[in-house]
């Protein structure tokens, strides 16, 4: 295996002929991509073999983080990273004449997830594995990513995103580990040494074949294992080809039937819909990760009242809930055990976050689905229930309304959350603050009933990918700054405070970032034609689109802009350039109807000779994780600005941090934390307080169309999106943004904390003209983020909720320490 430059040439080299069978001059990117890929595949092999050796003879616990999405982007780059080999590749390779940047962009990027659900899963791989724990990723092998984004005259256009079309150098098929994953069907009871055991016949059955990724610690020689499920046929010939009924064409429709509950995910985000395939793809991850872990578990040769000793179960939201009920359904019928014992088992093994507070996203299937779908899990669920309710009306006699509200099976739903809670020893909410509204409100029943279940962990994200891997320069200028221990303990960032005011780290902080606007200023230019000032303050707004993290409010401050301009040509504010990357879930209507909107002001704004020069206006498409790797270090203002109490914790507000953007945001999510930090001095608060949008739910009182009435810049804006003017273009209005604004009277609080949003928004103009005091404010909003890396949160999970601690199982650990 290559370990040096000269040896890495060779035997590239070698490989690319070898793989192409063309010569080293004829080969193309894509071949030199796959060529390095599966060369850095292999040489990851020995480590992982070696890592699952590690972990067997320790026998430590090991944690299982059971996901329905895992958000990972491209992985060449961070592979070379924490193999501590990224630099001699990028040399080698350049040597040879490639750059490596350009043979990155030839990966598909792996957008198997939604949003900071699902990116955060990958993040927390990457800590788990760099800090040495023996913790995996068990997911689904989507064939279908989330769909590629298209802006056509202003609207989002959904495409399917066939990420796995040229191959996947990453991944391993393991057809010796496949596991049966059973649907519909009957349950049969018979009577067996005294004892019930129940049996599901003539189901549907699917085969889960895993597909594992390595996922490489950063220079400690551990790789775990992502392990994603693909459904396969049970084709069985002699059983009929598996599925029910015997012809081939019974077969080819069971096939059909079968694949397609790995065919996609779904693209809906805090959105809940009660759709079969979803809860179809829900049991199928946790069935076959029941599996797959007690198989592990077997190595050990232990008896199973042992299991919770060894494995932890992390469950990420309620998605995966039904790993409670299929690992008792295993543990009774499969091994014997009884209720109690099993019971027991279960809930010392599994664990469980909880994401967001938003009603309309919390999970509740319809129990009719489920008690067809899933018969056997569907009685355990019901008996579960029956327990439950009885304790609870133990402990609550004169409360039935209470044990109505908590009951895990309720006028014909499964609640999810009420399952997930019944069935763990922890639950978790995402920030402090969400933490606290998950106790005080949300589930406040079951704080009052489980104090000690409940605990917080506020996300972090990881300051390899997010800093190191993204903005190489900026961590070089910390390197010479301060050394190189923050790359091992983030929190050791706190070192760059003393240099907050060092006008020589400021000078070098002011170049990366101006290389940095310059490169995403070009990316920008090829997509749309559209030079940008690289002087201009570049406001970034990155997130899903949606309602309560108010896309609209941005929107209506740069109308806001562009009328004050319009009335006063010669009107002093600082250039800006506003950029916007969103996707909408194709059924959300007023989503698309906002982006439609940003399109058409940035097409007045970036075409009016009284504004182009001040104002730009872009929303790039298909926002994805390696579209965030080039706008985050390009970054000088994030933009945080969800209505109080309805972001759980955010974790783009922690990336743009990390990489020296000052933030404007409300109180909310992890923001609050930010601001423990930063104080007023660091960042940029407005708005409502969650107390005030508490008390105005409460106790009503807020009037938008008040707001209307007496603020004329709100009236004009408003205006605006209804009649023809620069806003509407083609005759084409937007009524619906308008009556959810007054008609619904704005449910987000939009038009409320619009004065305060403008005029911090004034005030931020103003302040980054005196460079240097951003320069400082911009440092120390590094130095501050190491709090934020995914280091400290897994640290946290890992002593506080799965008990585990670091194995070192790699042949080169105790390098990498973290914190
Ligand atoms: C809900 C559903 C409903 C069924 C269809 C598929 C689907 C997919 C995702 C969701 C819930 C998404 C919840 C979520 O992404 N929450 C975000 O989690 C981040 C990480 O904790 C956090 O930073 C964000 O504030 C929070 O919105």
Not at 711 to 739: A, M, S, W
Request: hydrophobic share 35%; proline share 3%; with cysteine.
């Amino acid at each position: 295996m290559f370990n040096n430059k000269e040896n890495f040439k060779r035997e590239f080299k070698q490989r690319l002929v070898g793989k192409t069978g063309r010569q080293v001059h004829e080969v193309t990117e894509d071949d030199v991509y796959a060529a390095l890929g599966s060369m850095i595949r292999e040489r990851i092999g020995q480590d992982w073999a070696a890592t699952n050796r590690a972990y067997i003879e320790q026998s430590e616990r090991q944690v299982y983080y059971f996901s329905m999405e895992f958000l990972m982007g491209r992985l060449l780059g961070n592979n070379l990273l924490n193999l501590g080999v990224l630099e001699m590749v990028r040399e080698g390779l350049g040597e040879l004449g490639w750059d490596l940047e350009d043979i990155e962009e030839y990966e598909a990027d792996a957008g198997l997830g939604n949003g900071g659900l699902g990116r955060l899963a990958a993040c927390f791989l990457d800590s788990l594995a760099s800090l040495g724990y023996a913790g995996h990723g068990n997911g689904i092998r989507y064939k279908y990513g989330l769909f590629e984004q298209k802006i056509i005259d202003g609207h989002q256009v959904e495409l399917p995103d066939y990420w796995l079309q040229k191959g996947n150098v990453w991944e391993v098929r393991r057809g010796d580990k496949k596991v049966n994953v059973q649907f519909w069907g009957h349950v049969e009871a018979k009577e067996e040494n005294g004892r019930l055991v129940y049996e599901t016949k003539n189901g549907e059955n699917v085969w889960a074949v895993p597909y594992d990724v390595p996922v490489v610690g950063y220079e400690n020689a551990s790789v775990n294992t992502l392990r994603l499920w693909s459904a396969e046929s049970a084709a069985d010939p002699s059983k009929g080809f598996g599925g029910p009924g015997g012809s081939y064409y019974n077969f080819l429709d069971y096939k059909r039937s079968v694949e397609t509950v790995s065919e996609f995910l779904y693209p809906d985000d805090s959105q809940y819909e009660g759709k079969l395939l979803r809860l179809k793809q829900e049991y199928f991850l946790c069935s076959a990760g029941v599996h797959s872990v007690l198989r592990t578990f077997d190595k050990l040769r232990l008896p199973y009242d042992r299991l919770a000793e060894k494995v932890a179960i992390h469950i990420n939201d309620t998605h995966p809930t039904l790993v409670i009920p299929e690992l008792m359904r295993v543990l009774m019928d499969e091994k014997g055990f009884g209720w109690d014992e099993a019971w027991s088992i279960v809930t010392r093994t599994v664990s469980y976050t909880n994401h967001t507070i938003l009603s309309e996203a919390l999970e509740t299937w319809p129990e009719q689905m489920v008690r067809e779908l899933l018969p056997r899990v569907h009685m355990i669920i019901e008996e579960l229930n029956k327990r439950f309710c009885a304790m609870l009306l133990e402990e609550y006699p004169d409360d039935q309304d209470r044990v109505s509200r908590m009951a895990i099976i309720e006028s014909g739903f499964v609640k999810m959350a009420h399952l997930a809670i019944y069935g763990s020893h922890s639950v978790n909410g995402v920030a402090a603050l969400h933490t606290d509204i998950l106790k005080k409100r949300e589930m406040k029943d079951f704080y009052e009933l489980y104090p000690e279940r409940f605990n917080n962990k506020t996300n972090g994200i990881t300051h390899r990918r997010w800093l190191m891997h993204a903005n190489p320069e900026l961590a070089d200028v910390i390197e010479e700054a301060i050394g190189s221990e923050w790359k091992t303990q983030p929190q050791q960032l706190t070192e760059l405070l003393k240099y907050a005011d060092d006008a020589v780290v400021q000078q070098k902080i002011y170049s990366v970032k101006r290389k940095n606007k310059e490169r995403l200023a070009s990316y920008i230019y090829k997509k749309h034609g559209v030079s940008v000032d690289t002087n201009s303050i570049f406001d970034v707004q990155i997130k899903r689109l949606h309602a309560y993290k108010r896309q609209l409010l941005n929107a209506l401050h740069i109308m806001d802009l562009y009328n004050r301009i319009k009335e006063n040509p010669s009107l002093e504010i600082t250039p800006r350039t506003f950029i916007f990357g969103a996707k909408a879930a194709p059924g959300y209507y007023m989503a698309k109807q906002i982006i439609k909107l940003i399109n058409n002001i940035a097409n007045t704004v970036n075409n009016d000779p009284d504004t182009k020069d001040l104002l730009k206006v872009f929303f790039l498409e298909n926002y994805s994780v390696s579209l965030a790797e080039k706008i985050i270090p390009a970054s000088d203002l994030s933009e945080q600005i969800s209505t109080a109490g309805k972001e759980a914790s955010g974790t783009g507000n922690m990336k743009l941090m990390m990489n020296g953007a000052l933030t404007i945001g409300t109180l909310d999510g992890a923001n609050v934390e930010m601001y423990e930090s930063l104080g007023d001095e660091g960042m940029y608060l407005f708005g409502l307080r969650v107390e005030d949008v508490e008390k105005y739910y409460r106790d009503g009182g807020y009037s938008a169309q008040a707001i209307y009435n007496s603020d004329e810049r709100v009236k004009k804006v408003l205006d605006q999106l209804v009649q023809p003017g620069p806003f509407c273009q083609n005759g084409q209005t937007f009524d619906p943004i308008y009556h959810s604004l007054l008609s619904h009277n704005d449910e987000y609080f939009v038009l409320r904390d619009f004065a305060s949003y403008v005029e911090t928004q004034n005030q931020i103009g103003m302040d980054y003209r005196d460079s240097k005091k951003w320069l400082e404010k911009s440092i120390v909003n590094i130095a501050h983020s190491g709090r934020f890396a995914g280091d400290r949160t897994i640290n946290e999970y890992a002593s506080e909720i799965w008990g585990i601690k670091p194995a070192g199982a790699g042949s080169r650990s105790g390098i990498y320490k973290g914190q």
